[in-house]
Each structure stands twice: as structure tokens, then as C-alpha cells.
């Protein structure tokens, strides 16, 4: 039975659930724009706050678990959306359309993340992941007068759809082996040494997580739903959602003995090879700046597959650092792209031509996308280095020399498509028609809170004690 001390426990979770019932009475009451996107980040910003006071509750909900791992990723949901609905305003301003529905959507998968991330049972993993993938299909497909948007939300869900199989599967062979869903009764049947079917049902949920985190070889959506899906929506896809797939991850790693067999750490070992040298050489020959940062996300889950493959408590805090300055990267990165695009000129402003000069043109908006790119390929004095760093020294501290060589190779291929897009912004500007940011960006809260994203990317990689401090303070807590 629920008990206040289980409420408390969910509060981040009700609040932002509480929220998105407010603003879809709100829109059926009286549409307004300006206010919508207002009581979206207020309930977002309420949720943040209260995630102190969840992480003091004495229980945990049934089916759940509030540790560490759990507060860590839904502090980093909360930020990442809060950032993703500042962008989303400038990007939706004059939209001719609904526009307030996005931010429903926004919410309620941000709901379904951040039951994800503290799912202790397999019922409500699928339940919370299904919760945060079905409005990422409306929101991919938000820009439905464009033939691209659509594109990309049929995509994702036929897709989404063929990776709930696989879970699904997955789950009733481990379910047919031990006759339990929570991970703790999994956890101890699965205590004795793993047989076929517990190994072929722990591979297939790899497979299920594997297609929504974009790991080789399930990768094959991720570029067309990159460049179809309006930015917000994609920035939302490649932050929060992956974010919240890759702590159930790790959570199943830390807790099921079976994913600690040799057979599957070998498995995830030639995933995490393929995904961190097959996203970077597919990265080498995009012209689409979207598509380019698709293909980048997909290296750099290969890289994070590391920290999966070693476990244990150090697996949990490399993890924790490198998805920090990953979230910091990716979310000035697609933002440089939200201010330049806009739904009523087609397709968002992916293509690198748009960026060729904008130094020249948009100065401030040229030194954000250089320093998250130089951040991506993980140049000192950026967040991107302290995350590389710990992943290589993890690979290293636990022997993993294929790894570490892939690492070294894959940062290497990135380094040059990286530096290819940062020479474009400062070479002389194109006779062609250009995209623009508006006279006014820096001044909007979508522009304040980009320019802040590149601040925290230079304080993390200058001084990052603050936050390794306090991944490692979350990942001990049990």
C-alpha cells in the first residue's frame, strides 16, 4: 500500500505529472503561448526542487527504488527539459498551428523518464518507457506541414515499436526462467550461474535499450529522425530520453547478476567497439549538421557502453560525469541549431552552408557552437575532456585495451568532421541565401540560457571537483 512517506518519495514525479494536467486544462480553457511554455518550466523548476526532499524519504514506493542513480538522473531530466522548453519558446513563437501541445507532450514523457529512471520492476519499465516514448512521436512530428517531421515520427514509432518486442520478449523468457518481475527477486534467482534462456532474455532487453540509445546495430533510425524532427523535439530525444534509457541500463547491470556474465560483458564489449567507431566514421562524410550530431550521439554512447561493461561503483561515477558533460554539449550544440531555424522556413537550418560566416554575422552564437564542439571532441579546458578522461582511465584501471583503442581511434575520426564544422562558422560568408538568428536572441530566455550552457561547459572542464563531488556522493548511495 502507498504511504505519504512513498509520496514523498514521488513528489518530483507528481508535480511534473500534476503539471502536465494543469497546463492541458489550461489549453482547453484559454490557448496562450507565453503562459503554457511559463507553467511548464515552473512545474519543471518545482520538480527540481523537490528532489532533496525525495531523496530523505525513508521508503520507497512499491516497484520502485529512490537511490542514488535515481536522484542523479532525474536532477539531469529536470535540467535538460527545463533547458529543452526555454529553447522550444523562441522556437515555436509565431508557429501558425498548435503550439501549446508540445509542451504536454514535453511533460508527460518527461513523467514517464523519470519513472523509468526509478523502475525496480519490470512492469513498470515498460509502463514508464512506453509513457516517455509515445510523445516523443507527436513531438517529432510536430512540424506535420513538413514532409520530413512526419517522416521522422513514423520512423521512430515503427521503430520504438519493434524495440517494445524485443523488450517484451525479453522480459517473459526471464520471467518463464524465474517467475519474478521486480529486479530483487530476479536478482536472487538469477544468483546461481546464468542458463540459455536467462542469457537469451537478458540479450534481447540489451536489444530493446539498445534501439532507443542508438547502439550499432540498431542505429539505423537515428540520422533521418535527427534531421526530420523539429530541433526541440530533437534535443528533447537526444538528452532526456537516452539519459533516462541509459540509467535503466545500468541499473540492470549493477543489480542482475546475469548481465555480469562473461558471454554478455563480451557481447556489450563488441557493441560498445562498433557503436564508438561506427558512429564517428558514418559522422565523417555528413554535410547535415543534424545528421552529423545524430551520428556523434551513437559514438558517444559507445564510448558510455564502457563504464556499462566494468560495473560496480566506478562504472556508476564515470557513467554520472560523462553523462553531465555530455548533456552540457549536446544541449548548446542543438540549441546554436534551434536559434537559426524556424518552422515557418521548412526544414530547420541543418545544413553547413547555413553556418558558413556566422562568426561573421552572429558572433556570440559561433563561440557557443565552438566551444560545444571543442567540448565533443574532447579538448582540455571543457566539460567533453573530463568526461573522456574518466572513461579512458576507466578502460585502462580495468584492463579493457580494446576499449581504450577504440576510444583513442574514435576521438581521433571525430577530431577532424569536429574541427570541419568550426572552420566552416569562421570562413567568409556565401554568396547563397543564408539563415539567420533574429536581431534580438540574446535577450530571449532561449538565448540567456544558451549562453549559460556554455558557460557551465567551460567551468566544468576548467574547475570540475563541484560536480565529480557529487556524482560520487549519489553513486554511494544505495
Known sequence: MLTLNHLVALLPLVIVAITAVAVMLGIAWRRHHGLTALASAAGLLLALLALPIASGAPDSPPLMRVDGLAIMASTLVLLSALVTVALSHHYLTGYIGPREEFYLLLLCAVTGALGLVASDHLATLFISLELLSMPLYGMLAYSFRAERSLEAGIKYLILSAAATAFLLFGMALLYARTGRLDLAGLVTVLATAPDTWMLAGAALLLAGLGFKLSVVPFHLWTPDVYQGGPAPATIFLATVSKLAVFAVLMRLVLEAPVFQSDRLATLITVL???????????????????????????????????????????????????????????????????????????????????YRGLFWRRPWLAAVMTVSFLSLAGIPLTAGFIGKFYVIAMGVADNRWWLVGGI?????????????????????????????????????????TLLATAVVILILGIYPTPMIDWVVGLSAIR
Open 272 to 354: 560498445a567497439l562498433l557503436t564508438m567507431l561506427g558512429g564517428n566514421l558514418l559522422a565523417l562524410f555528413q554535410s547535415n549538421l543534424k545528421r552529423l550530431l545524430g551520428y556523434s550521439s551513437i559514438a558517444h554512447f559507445g564510448y558510455l557502453l564502457v563504464a556499462v561493461v566494468a560495473g560496480g561503483s566506478l562504472g556508476m561515477e564515470t557513467a554520472g560525469v560523462y553523462l553531465v558533460t555530455y548533456l552540457a554539449t549536446t544541449l548548446a550544440a542543438f540549441g546554436v541549431v534551434t536559434q537559426l531555424s524556424s518552422p515557418f522556413q521548412g526544414e530547420d537550418a541543418a545544413g553547413l552552408h547555413h
Open 408 to 448: 583513442v581511434v574514435g576521438s581521433a575520426i571525430g577530431l577532424f568532421y569536429y574541427l570541419r564544422v568550426m572552420v566552416t562558422l569562421y570562413l567568409p560568408e556565401p554568396g547563397m541565401r543564408r539563415r539567420d538568428a533574429s536581431n534580438d536572441w540574446g535577450s530571449r530566455i532561449g538565448g540567456v
